[in-house]
């Protein structure tokens, strides 16, 4: 039985991600060199793809990485001499959290109850924070923080740096560049790739408070300092040898979402959010776990199971090959999570909901 | 015309690695999770095949970075809390000091010209130093230090700790980790994969100093400090979503060598690397580039051109297809680099010994 994902990372595959590796083969993708031309422009066309794609103005520059998590690092390493804010609701923002501990920073909080999330009138930003940490996405709890109220906070707080953590909603987050400092996801979600790869956008200003940094005798890292990343993306080359076969297939699935363009990306994401939840909402062995409809995420769609969710989850592979996220850490045994990401079409969403009423 | 890679890094793929990605595709392991017991299986397969491979004993681990570039900072980050040690004599062994440098250790060096080896009896070891940091395979110059003399260095200096950068010659250095403590390599040279994988085997008295580090209230970093590797690593896990398909990739590759047997492969190494140098020996066209036999690389062989290099691999790929490497940084338009790697078998360097015989 061919399998189909809905698990919030890693994720299914997008449908072109299995032959854009087989072209890479052909093409010896695997062994150019990356201080070679033929490198310079698989980065190129990533970068232009990605820029579409996020409407990136001029000043943001595309950095790579090996993980989303190896950006928690770098950014705080990067541009937080002293402190830190944090916006944390769930397991993943709170781990954000205390890597800015383990790097010796002053790391303020203001913390919500896992389920809950942010608006941006109740946050008070401690006046000496130089970068404020936000979460778009809960992928542990199904929250979503809106662009909106990311803008809002920016706006409120110009002097500061805002960073984004879109792990589980890029390209699904419409966030303003123009506004938002930096921002940053891995290629396993919602663009539907094998795992190894982070994405960091970040503009001119956060390289500038890292070289002052540098000045002030901090330690800022190495060869993925941003100085160095943004040094070598000049000319579209990376500091190490990076995973060349991703950045390849990347930039081709970023074209591939161009094509059938950020918008109707979007609107779809939207409609099959609707429907799971709708289905939940007149489902006897289904509750909405996210109380405030107004953060409840489009992109990881978190369900209280009345029965026990490993039978769930259990059950609906092996009759339908359908598989579901299962509830994330201590709420293992009691929720589903279901992500909504572009690997899954309305049609599929539908047959998962009718799977799922059939399961009882 | 089918291209086969003497380049050394990003190297040519070793002829099974392409079909392992095609059974990682039709196994779904680039969607499955990396907390689940498919993927601690997985990493367990890969633990068991290095362990054969590189005879390590029960003490070392078996953790997984980005790159071995990422391995130069964490292992200086983890195992020195003031002064390192560098023997320098090429572009990546300067690097390495130089990172230490930028974590603002108090690095010392022993350097000697490009070209040029180290031998155990000339090194005095700084007595404060606490890491060792040597450099079996010089990648850019070619040059080698033998086994028998990092073991030698080991054993004169047992109160400090030594890491060995294998980058470009594992499997074929064959260390004694019962006396070394650590090592690392990627996966681009000899495995012959796609690059995006750094290996690090370090030893448990490694991570022990890293705990003493964070006691005495250093940086040691977050996810991928030594004890976060660690922890992680005695369930078969990673701290953040890794590379997972290079991973399932590597323990197929590893299992592929085994079945060769490290002796075979380190033997045929020898027998090219051989033929390769005295090919060299009787020519008109090239010179063997380090002067000193016992410290000339088995991996990578690095030869002067007596006419411009770019030209005798611009001439020899559109001839042949077989792509040299050229020289490095300054050396690119008068060297070539020639990796000698398992990719490669005796039949096809006796090949390009010809092909390069009839350039002329």
């Known amino acids: 039985m061919n399998k189909l994902f809905f698990t919030p990372g890693p994720a299914g595959l997008f449908p072109t991600v299995q032959g854009h590796y087989e072209q890479a083969f052909r093409e010896n993708i695997g062994s150019i060199s990356h201080r070679s031309s033929t490198f310079r422009k698989i980065y190129q066309h990533a970068d232009e793809q990605l820029r579409i794609l996020f409407n990136l103005p001029k000043e943001t520059g595309v950095l790579f990485t090996g993980s989303a998590t190896e950006v928690w690092e770098r950014v705080l390493m990067n541009t937080v001499e002293h402190e830190s804010f944090h916006l944390v609701n769930g397991s993943f923002s709170k781990k954000f959290h205390e890597f800015s501990q383990q790097l010796h920073k002053f790391a303020h909080k203001f913390e919500k109850p896992f389920g809950e999330g942010f608006d941006a009138n109740e946050i008070t930003v401690p006046e000496y924070a130089e970068l404020i940490c936000t979460t778009t996405n809960e992928t542990s709890s199904g ?150 409809e107004s953060h409840r995420s489009q992109t990881v769609v978190v369900l209280n199971c009345k029965e026990n969710s490993s039978k769930v989850i259990q059950d609906l592979e092996a009759k339908t090959g359908m598989v579901l996220g299962s509830g994330y850490g201590k709420l293992k045994e009691t929720q589903v999570r279901i992500a909504n990401f572009p690997n899954v079409n309305f049609d599929q969403v539908q047959e998962l909901i009718e799977n799922l009423k059939n399961l009882s």
Chains 1, 2 share one sequence.
């Open 143 to 292: 929250v979503q923080m809106r662009v909106q109220e990311i803008h809002k906070l920016k706006k409120s707080n110009k002097d500061k740096l805002l960073v984004v953590d879109m792990v589980s909603s890029a390209p699904y987050t419409n966030l303003d560049f123009t506004l938002v400092d930096s921002a940053f996801f891995s290629v396993q979600k919602a663009f539907g790739m094998p795992a190894g790869l982070g994405v960091w956008f970040a503009s001119e200003e956060m390289v500038e408070k890292s070289k002052r940094i540098q000045q002030h005798e901090g330690i800022v890292g190495t060869y993925h300092s941003l100085p160095s990343l943004w040094e070598n993306y000049k000319k579209f080359e990376t500091p190490e040898t990076p995973n060349v076969l991703s950045i390849y297939v990347l930039g081709k699935v970023a074209e591939d979402f161009n094509r059938i363009g950020v918008e109707n990306i979007r609107k779809e994401t939207e409609r099959k959010a609707k429907s799971l939840y709708d289905f939940a909402k007149k489902s006897n062995q289904f509750d909405i776990f996210v109380e405030n």
